[in-house]
């Protein structure tokens, strides 16, 4: 029997395991039935590193007692650029961003938390569901990927349901970029029939230079990859994962067509038939 592993993404603190375990499973269900595919067999494994890296981001020690205190303290660096990309990716205007910031336009670089707050507030004025998710996404990816006591806390969550044989996986968000990495350092110690990436944030530059060395591959263990993209996911800044924005090896599908308030939403992408058939394949 195969085993069919979720790996969540951003922002997914103070939610049960189950219960997350079960809005993907019902999701994938419904498009199995949809489209008449019988449900194969499977063991279906979901690591939960939700309050972990929330708890990690923000500073807080395993006893709850605040070890770094952020306050108004300027977003990291990765963090910063991240939110700025998305900000150009969204077409917003710097004049936009100094009035929701109420600071007056030096340059295009994010000086402080007003700033970036400014950028999530322009933000949601134009794509209202990202409004909210934009800054816990990139202090979130910025903690995993520039902070090895948080990446080592996910990883050692996360890795162990990914190594073994016989595995089809369904990444979404940043889980993708986790998944990359240990599949990466896996190698062959991890047999994936189909590594299925959604609404990834690997095509972004400042994501792949972490992500370096080794030089970006499929990772070795894995016979294929499908990828999928909403063009209005802006967490997929790129929405192929190609020779250009990633590496060769990987098929696209980039019409992926999401509910409007919210094109980053995992249950819609659970529900592309392409996608649902694809992991039903993989899973018989």
Same mark, same amino acid.
């Given at each position: +029997?195969?085993?069919? =592993?979720? =790996?969540?993404? +951003? #922002?997914?603190?103070?939610?049960?395991? %189950?219960? /997350?375990?079960?809005?993907?499973? *019902?999701?994938?269900?419904?498009?199995?039935?949809?489209?008449?595919?019988?449900?194969?067999?499977?063991?279906?494994? +979901?690591?939960?590193?939700? %309050?972990?890296?929330?708890?990690?981001?923000?500073?807080?020690?395993? @006893?709850?007692?605040?070890?770094?205190?952020?306050? %108004?303290?300027?977003?990291?660096?990765?963090?910063?650029?991240?939110?700025?990309?998305?900000?150009?990716?969204?077409? /917003?205007?710097?004049?936009?961003?100094?009035?929701?910031?109420?600071?007056?336009?030096? *340059?295009?670089?994010?000086?402080?938390?007003?700033?970036?707050? $400014?950028?999530?507030?322009?933000? $949601?004025?134009?794509?209202?569901?990202?409004?909210?998710?934009? /800054?816990?996404?990139?202090?979130?990816? @910025?903690?995993?990927?520039?902070?090895?006591?948080?990446?080592?806390?996910?990883?050692?969550?996360?890795?162990?349901? /990914?190594? $073994?044989?016989?595995? =089809?996986?369904?990444?979404?968000?940043?889980?993708?970029?986790?998944?990359?990495?240990?599949?990466?350092?896996?190698?062959?110690?991890?047999?994936?029939?189909?590594?299925?990436?959604? &609404?990834?944030?690997? &095509?972004? *530059?400042?994501?792949?230079?972490?992500?370096?060395?080794?030089?970006?591959?499929?990772?070795?263990?894995? #016979?294929?990859?499908?990828? &999928?993209?909403? =063009?209005? %996911?802006?967490?997929?800044?790129?929405?192929?994962? @190609?020779?250009?924005?990633?590496?060769? $090896?990987?098929?696209?599908?980039?019409?992926?067509?999401?509910?409007? @308030?919210?094109?980053?939403?995992?249950?819609?992408?659970?529900? *592309?038939?392409?996608?649902?058939?694809?992991?039903?394949?993989?899973?018989?």
């Amino acid at each position: +029997m195969k085993t069919l =592993v979720f =790996v969540h993404g +951003m #922002r997914q603190e103070n939610r049960s395991p %189950d219960d /997350l375990r079960q809005e993907w499973l *019902d999701a994938l269900e419904a498009n199995w039935r949809r489209q008449g595919i019988a449900r194969p067999d499977f063991e279906l494994r +979901m690591p939960y590193y939700g %309050d972990t890296l929330d708890r990690l981001t923000r500073g807080v020690g395993a @006893d709850g007692k605040t070890v770094v205190a952020r306050g %108004d303290a300027p977003l990291p660096s990765l963090a910063a650029d991240l939110l700025q990309q998305i900000g150009d990716r969204a077409g /917003l205007d710097p004049a936009d961003i100094a009035a929701e910031s109420g600071q007056t336009v030096i *340059d295009r670089g994010i000086a402080n938390q007003q700033w970036a707050q $400014g950028i999530a507030r322009a933000l $949601g004025r134009k794509a209202p569901w990202l409004g909210h998710a934009a /800054l816990p996404f990139v202090e979130q990816v @910025d903690a995993y990927l520039t902070n090895q006591h948080a990446r080592k806390a996910v990883d050692d969550i996360v890795g162990p349901d /990914l190594r $073994g044989a016989e595995r =089809v996986i369904v990444a979404h968000s940043l889980g993708t970029i986790v998944g990359y990495r240990l599949l990466t350092d896996f190698g062959v110690a991890s047999a994936v029939e189909l590594l299925v990436t959604l &609404g990834s944030p690997l &095509g972004i *530059d400042l994501v792949r230079e972490y992500l370096k060395p080794p030089r970006l591959n499929r990772p070795p263990g894995v #016979r294929a990859w499908l990828n &999928g993209a909403d =063009v209005r %996911d802006y967490v997929a800044l790129y929405p192929a994962l @190609d020779k250009d924005s990633f590496c060769d $090896g990987v098929e696209n599908l980039t019409d992926i067509a999401n509910r409007q @308030d919210d094109p980053h939403a995992i249950v819609d992408y659970l529900t *592309d038939p392409r996608i649902g058939e694809r992991i039903a394949r993989a899973l018989a």
